[in-house]
């Protein structure tokens, strides 16, 4: 189950403050006429936390929406590191943009529109990476876990968000996407590459690290 309200705001007051631009970036979705689905602010300080532990310089994230997430891993790059995000709808990038250059994380920020099982062979041109971020369209999941496993550094972290779909995915049942995540759960969970769990704040994040 998702952690108590209670508990998710004792977390997000005392280490996922949101400054105006990341308070503007989760607001103005909805306000724009996007979806409301951006991670929590605990979950995007836990990117942060994870994007600063593996000494990252380039991070991929696979769904940018309003750049929410993205602004969180930003901000956990070493100086002079990259974020690559990626997004399928041309109006999330536009947004996102806007919120990136408030946040002052501008310059550290490709955005590549486009779907991202198309622009994912080009990325590789600019491999290695420290640390992925799957946030996109579920079906997608498995491939774009291959891709990150493959194009990390021994080291790197890939981060996949909603991995419990709300507590569903312990009885997926006539739930699409549930049994989708929950099949990529085991499929994580068994593979001899990487170590991994879910930390479960928010909707879930399924954490894991390839092996050195
Ligand atoms: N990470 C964001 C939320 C992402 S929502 C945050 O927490 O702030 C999911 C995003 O994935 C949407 O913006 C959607 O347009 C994008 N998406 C869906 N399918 C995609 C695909 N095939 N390629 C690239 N982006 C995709
Ligand atoms: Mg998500």
Do not use: C
């Not at 979806?35 to 940018?64: C, D, H, K, M, Y």
């Not at 250059?101 to 080009?122: S, T, Y």
């Amino acid at each position: 189950m998702p952690v108590a309200e209670s508990v998710s705001r004792y977390i997000s007051t005392l280490f996922a403050k949101e400054d105006e631009a990341l308070t503007r970036a989760r607001l103005d979705s909805p306000r724009l006429g996007l979806p409301a689905i951006s991670v929590s602010a605990e979950e995007g300080r836990f990117l942060q936390v994870l994007v600063q532990a593996v000494q990252t310089r380039q991070a991929v994230e696979i769904g940018t929406l309003g750049g929410f997430s993205g602004i969180w891993i930003a901000r956990g790059l070493l100086p002079g590191g990259k974020l690559y995000t990626l997004d399928i709808d041309a109006k999330h990038a536009q947004v996102a943009r806007t919120h990136f250059e408030a946040a002052g994380v501008g310059d550290r920020v490709e955005i590549w529109v486009g779907n991202a099982h198309a622009n994912l062979p080009q990325l590789e041109a600019r491999r290695p990476f420290d640390f992925v971020f799957i946030d996109a369209e579920k079906e997608g999941y498995l491939r774009y876990f291959e891709w990150a496993v493959i194009n990390l550094r021994p080291g790197g972290i890939v981060a996949a968000h909603n991995a419990l779909r709300g507590g569903k995915v312990v009885n997926p049942a006539g739930d699409a996407n549930s049994a989708l995540m929950d099949a990529f759960n085991r499929r994580v969970a068994a593979d001899p590459r990487v170590v991994s769990t879910i930390f479960p704040a928010g909707d879930g994040m399924l954490v894991a690290a390839k092996a050195g």
